[in-house]
């Protein structure tokens, strides 16, 4: 079943509106999830929107509280997100790096007290549409083991990094797991293998089988101790940052809440060498399509190079939607 | 075989004030080569020296060479290395980052027209050292296949995450392909398998073997298409934070040089929750080592943990050398 975008995103509207956010506020949120969808990250799209309103209803997220400016310095600015939303809090975030950046070359922005951020590769959008690179990561509630360890104690802390190339910028969108816990049950669902080992199974075995991970919550670090490594430094530098909590500090929490985030935007405009930046870019993510494919007839792709094709595809045709989730939304 | 520190790092001072280097730097950038063996990166310290000579000797690094600031914004400076010794360049650049820290809390360099940093993990314990949490990042010459592709087109851009944890920081130090072939070649000599896959073989199969990688040259990103996308990404922010090449243009070089390096430093002295921001890393370390083990009697430790006991026994006992390795220094 496919939606079209503005129905979506009016739905979106309504239900948010309906739950006292006032308008301007409903619209953007509103937008953020429904762009999620229209882009294919359907699990932070519709898939999500339900989960976020329940956590408006049992009080994790306060609809109406904004982020603000806690502590300036110059280039870095330290920011509370009060536990309002998490993607208008990022929005935000992103908007004021943006700002910071064209006046100093880089922003950078730590974040603390906010919530989910849905779907991060929106803000990373929202950076190359203003010609500049955007890093941003956020830390999670520990959901994954360290290397070594059975017990999660480490984020997933998801991070992006966003480049301008025209119209089709780089988009790296990744968590620190192999597998989000949201993809090993679409990939359940499906009666699916995964295309890789994705954690333990209860021999402590890795294993590609989606339902042996659910039932340990052992899920996999990128490269062993390697992502078990850059997940531990990513929450220790959001946290320090933001003057935030760290990701064992957010476990102590009843909910996945008070997070930290960072963000950092470098506004290529403001450099003298600007143009040669730009083509170098696109140079580099020309050149990595010219590599010999693995399969024949698959050519290697840059990340986010799909992306424009499967949004004009949904903008043309409806975005596509699980009916139940979609059912949800119009009953709420 | 074991040497003594002393005599070590004397022998690499010996050789490059032999070569023409000024006393002064020939005994820091000796000390840097002695400390990567001291804490137990073999392949960084003694193993890479010879190589390094041989670079010196051939042109590719000019060993009178300094790194100057080229362009100045505040926190943020852009530095020429003019393709002087990597590590004195990398040392220089850190000792900067981290005045610029004291000084905005954040220290941003771009370093452009380097070499081969040796071992990056030096640089973390600079940072450490003074109190800060140092995040810095290299480009290399194109050495592992975008993911879905057999060419070489991307680099493994090593990064390095340090922060202070008392006399045990807490040290990430990981290349973005699973095993460098240092590793590769270690395990080869051994006749070893590798722990776990770490690249294609012919058939295009992932393999543990690592004569089978060094065959085809196809080492595998860590997280796959994940660490495909954050090599790639680290390599356009090091060029672009820099004005310097990105990998593909380095390939383009008879030899790897003219690299690009990113070096941050944030200084948490110069925060207003400094206490805190101390205790919260504490925490997330200490709690990372109440994870129940995977396997029974082998606990989790952080990266870095271990380090400060190869050390001591390394100034206690000599640090151990590979003899071909160290006659060649002797005959030098």
């Known amino acids: 079943m496919r939606v079209p975008y503005d129905t979506m995103k009016g739905e979106f509207c309504r239900v948010l509106t309906k739950k006292g956010l006032r308008k301007e506020k409903a619209e953007l949120s509103a937008r953020l999830f429904a762009d999620a969808s229209r882009d294919g990250v359907y699990t932070h799209g519709l898939n999500r929107f339900v989960k976020f309103m329940k956590s408006v209803d049992n009080g994790t997220v306060d609809l109406q509280a904004e982020a603000s400016c806690a502590e300036y310095y110059g280039f870095f600015e330290r920011w509370d997100g009060h536990r309002g939303p998490g993607n208008l809090n990022a929005y935000r975030c992103t908007e004021r790096a943006i700002e910071l950046a064209k ?17 991060p590769g929106n803000y990373g959008l929202m950076a190359v549409d203003n010609d500049c690179i955007g890093i941003f990561f956020t830390n999670t509630v520990p959901n994954m083991p360290p290397w070594g360890g059975k017990d999660a104690k480490l984020g997933n802390n998801p991070v992006v990094f966003a480049a301008p190339n025209g119209d089709t910028p780089m988009l790296v969108d990744v968590a620190m797991s192999m597998f989000s816990y949201g993809k090993l049950e679409a990939y359940k669902r499906e009666g699916k293998l995964l295309p890789v080992e994705g954690g333990f199974n209860s021999k402590q075995e890795l294993t590609k089988d989606p339902s042996e991970i659910l039932e340990t919550h052992e899920s996999l670090p990128i490269g062993y101790w390697k992502g078990s490594g850059i997940s531990l430094a990513l ?11 760290t990701s064992k500090m957010v476990g102590e929490l009843p909910a996945e809440t008070e997070l930290s985030q960072t963000f950092i935007v470098i506004d290529i405009n403001q450099f003298p060498d600007r143009d040669e930046i730009l083509r170098k870019i696109s140079d580099t993510l020309e050149d990595l ?44």
Do not use: C
């Open 289 to 332: 399509k010219l590599a010999e494919p693995v399969k024949e007839g698959v050519p290697v792709h840059f990340p986010g190079e799909h992306m424009k094709q499967i949004r004009e595809e949904n903008m043309k045709l409806g975005v596509p939607v699980d009916e139940h989730y979609w059912q949800n939304v119009l009953d709420m």
């Open 235 to 245: 929450d220790l530098i959001a946290s320090t940052l933001s003057g935030g909590r």
């Open 103 to 119: 006046q100093y070359k880089i922003g950078v922005i730590g974040l603390r007290n906010t919530n989910h951020w849905m779907r």
